[in-house]
């Protein structure tokens, strides 16, 4: 593996200042004789940060903010993901609402390619700069909660570089990893003086990423004090969870299952029987609509009236206020499986534009944002369960998602009986559960699959360059090793 000593701190990524502490965005008052002297823009006060054990929860608690910033986890990620996809059509030709990426017409220079790139490292380095800082100054906590705080920071880091490698490196499964990837940065910047890194394979950034889970889920609690922190904070099952999203990205299946195994039981009702206990609820509307922090949420953004997502990136108003993507009628909307009876089915309206999204209801984006649910876990095993050749342990938790939306559903045997057909049948299944979760693209990309055309926008095939993201220009110009 290259040298990943080094980090990356550029402007555009994070501003250090007084209201941020320097770090993680966490608000602190700035007296008279801050605001007329203050700090370089990079430059960072680590004693004061790291002083007492409240500001360094501070900055844990800043590893989520940005997490769910709206150009990150907090909407525009997942909705670059599914718009690249077939099931949605772009209505008003916005490329400041990602047109290029539904149109497959992103170059360096536009804004979709440098919306994730420059949040997921800034998340990155909020990671690093965390477990230095813990390094650097070792008694301001307790040892169980440096342990817990850097293995929360390992879980960021890790679903933050996933997230990149997935938009702007090659599949794994093309080539085993041995394509170009991004810069794997694992220490923590405050200068610009360590632009300057090579990229490292995909295989590399992915040993990185597993690295990182199978440490955070050593030190990771079993779980919170709160439902609401189980559902936003990172314990045990989370880096499990991700970690099977990850393996079958990487076509390991048997270590999909493997993982899946460990919050999984081996017979239906399928509960997690250790630390939270993970299942489906009877209604999926209760996720979307009533409760937030249900035990099928294993991740979610929590978004609040401070955690402002504005209409270019918020989903409520992407897809359901502003109806600036419609639904597909040739896409997974008019699948002839999906019933009208199955409950997923009701969380849409149409008027005379067409067919819109209402999974999530607010214009100003109060809803929280699902990034691992436990019906992915079960399809994810599923799925690598039929790979493997086990049809009847993929068809049974495939049955399990569907009949929990749709009771009266039986698959036809035609659509299950064969490895090939089962395999299809869990993808069109994934494609009705994460419809506007984020995870279409991701679906498409790690099976090599072409992207299908829609509307005006063509077919994408895994040989042509527009099937991934480039690197934006900002990288560009500040990285020469790029």
Not at 148 to 175: C, H, M, N, W
Not at 334 to 354: A, C, E, I, L, V
Not at 427 to 436: D, V
Request: hydrophobic share 40%; proline share 5%; charged share 20%.
């Amino acid at each position: 593996m290259k040298s990943t000593s080094k980090s990356i701190f550029k402007p555009y990524i994070l501003r250090l200042s007084c209201l941020a502490v320097g770090l993680s965005f966490v608000l602190t008052a700035c007296d008279e004789k801050e605001l007329l002297n203050p700090l370089p823009e990079t430059s960072v006060q680590a004693d004061l940060v790291f002083s007492t054990p409240s500001r360094v929860l501070g900055q844990v608690n800043g590893l989520y903010k940005a997490l769910k910033s709206g150009n990150f986890l907090g909407g525009r990620y997942p909705m670059l993901s599914d718009i690249r996809g077939e099931d949605f059509l772009n209505r008003l030709n916005n490329i400041f609402t990602g047109y290029d990426a539904w149109n497959h017409t992103i170059n360096s220079g536009s804004n979709d390619a440098l919306t994730t790139w420059s949040s997921a490292y800034a998340a990155i380095n909020l990671s690093n700069l965390l477990i230095d800082g813990l390094a650097a100054n070792p008694d301001v906590v307790s040892a169980e909660l440096k342990a817990q705080y850097i293995a929360e920071a390992k879980f960021v880091r890790a679903l933050s570089y996933y997230s990149l490698i997935t938009f702007y490196g090659q599949p794994y499964v093309k080539d085993g990893g041995a394509s170009q990837g991004i810069p794997l940065r694992l220490s923590g910047e405050m200068t610009s003086a360590n632009n300057n890194l090579p990229r490292s394979t995909v295989a590399e950034v992915y040993t990185q990423i597993l690295k990182d889970l199978n440490e955070a889920e050593a030190s990771l609690p079993l779980t919170y004090s709160s439902a609401l922190l189980n559902t936003t904070r990172a314990h045990k099952n989370t880096a499990i969870a991700l970690k099977t999203r990850v393996y079958l990205a990487m076509g390991m299946n048997d270590r999909v299952i493997e993982e899946a195994q460990k919050i999984v039981p081996a017979t239906a009702p399928f509960k997690s029987a250790t630390g939270v206990s993970h299942q489906l609820q009877p209604s999926i509307l209760t996720i979307f609509r009533s409760d937030y922090t249900t035990t099928e949420s294993i991740l979610s953004m929590p978004m609040t009236a401070l955690d402002y997502v504005s209409g270019q990136s918020s989903l409520g108003y992407e897809f359901n206020t502003n109806q600036e993507y419609s639904m597909n009628p040739a896409g997974i909307y008019g699948d002839p499986t999906w019933r009208s009876s199955d409950q997923r089915k009701t969380m849409f309206r149409t008027n005379g534009t067409g067919t819109y999204l209402t999974k999530y209801m607010h214009p100003t984006f109060l809803d929280y944002v699902p990034v691992l649910r436990y019906s992915e876990v079960l399809l994810n095993y599923a799925e690598a369960a039929a790979k493997s050749g086990d049809l009847a342990k993929g068809a049974e938790l495939l049955t399990a998602v569907r009949q929990r939306s749709d009771a009266g559903y039986s698959f036809p045997a035609s659509a299950i009986s064969g490895r090939e057909a089962l395999v299809n049948t869990i993808l069109i299944e994934r494609r009705i559960e994460f419809l506007g979760e984020g995870m279409r693209s991701g679906d498409l990309l790690r099976n090599l699959l072409t992207i299908p055309s829609k509307g005006t926008a063509p077919s994408i095939s895994p040989d042509q360059p527009e099937y991934i993201f480039p690197i934006p220009n900002a990288e560009i110009s500040a990285n020469k090793d790029l």
